[in-house]
């Protein structure tokens, strides 16, 4: 069964600086999707970057890059030059190949930028 | 404008009174989900659809129905609600099973 693991509930940043939040996973299936989303204070969820077990490269979107190491199954989201805009709640989430309609999210990580 | 849209935004019923969430995209999405979230729990999917007539469970799906008779529509049927099933709700879309989601503003419902 696929299991997604945030270790930090609450993590804070200086404006302008760089940001890792953690996240692992756990799944016996070689074919599955990795993803980020993004929900301000406002409550919607927004999509912000998907890494495929099979992509050879990093996926990177803008200010966000994934920073997927697949031995150790992990998939930390990085973001760099940090805005006030970033404040949220950050959630890793998965998808199995084999089961490739189910989802599962972790327990998520609140974001706070400092000016 | 691309979007998932749903209705109510919000909800107060009393426990044991049917009540239907919908849910439209309009995006020709294949793929359709619903999830709730929980303060401390995160989101956990109710039950998704591959395509037009293809649903199935997700984690929670005890108390909840769906139905996918058109690919744009996804509604969430609760039959009697109760208590428990008070949450923020989110039906969520993608072009393919193995792409991000794009999720509707939400529905808090209170059961009371």
């Known amino acids: 069964a696929q299991k997604i693991t945030q270790t930090q509930p609450g993590m804070f940043v200086q404006e302008k600086e760089a940001v890792t939040l953690d996240c692992t996973y756990d799944?016996?299936?070689?074919?599955?999707?990795l993803f980020w989303y993004k929900q301000p204070s406002s409550g919607e969820m927004i999509f912000l970057i998907y890494?495929?077990?099979?992509?050879?490269q990093n996926a990177t979107e803008g200010r966000y890059s994934l920073n997927f190491q697949k031995a150790r199954k992990s998939a930390n989201l990085v973001i760099s030059a940090s805005q006030l805009g970033d404040s949220a709640m950050y959630f890793c989430a998965m998808r199995e190949n084999t089961n490739a309609g189910k989802s599962t999210f972790g327990d998520g990580t609140t974001l706070t930028v400092k000016p | 404008e691309a979007q998932v849209t749903q209705n109510p935004r919000y909800l107060i019923t009393v426990t044991g009174k049917k009540l239907t969430v919908t849910c439209s995209q309009n995006m020709n999405h294949e793929y359709m989900s619903w999830y709730r979230q929980d303060p401390g729990l995160g989101l956990r999917q109710i039950y998704y659809?591959?395509?037009?007539?293809?649903?199935d469970k997700g984690d929670v799906p005890e108390g909840y129905k769906v139905s996918r008779k058109e690919k744009r529509n996804f509604p969430l049927i609760l039959e009697s609600p109760s208590p428990n099933q008070t949450s923020l709700y989110f039906c969520?879309?993608?072009?393919?099973?193995?792409?991000?989601?794009?999720f509707g503003p939400g529905t808090r419902l209170t059961v009371l």
């Open positions: 659809s591959m395509n037009v007539e293809v649903t």
């Open positions: 799944t016996s299936d070689p074919s599955y999707g």
């Open positions: 890494q495929g077990s099979y992509d050879q």
């Open positions: 969520a879309s993608s072009l393919w099973v193995s792409g991000g989601q794009f």
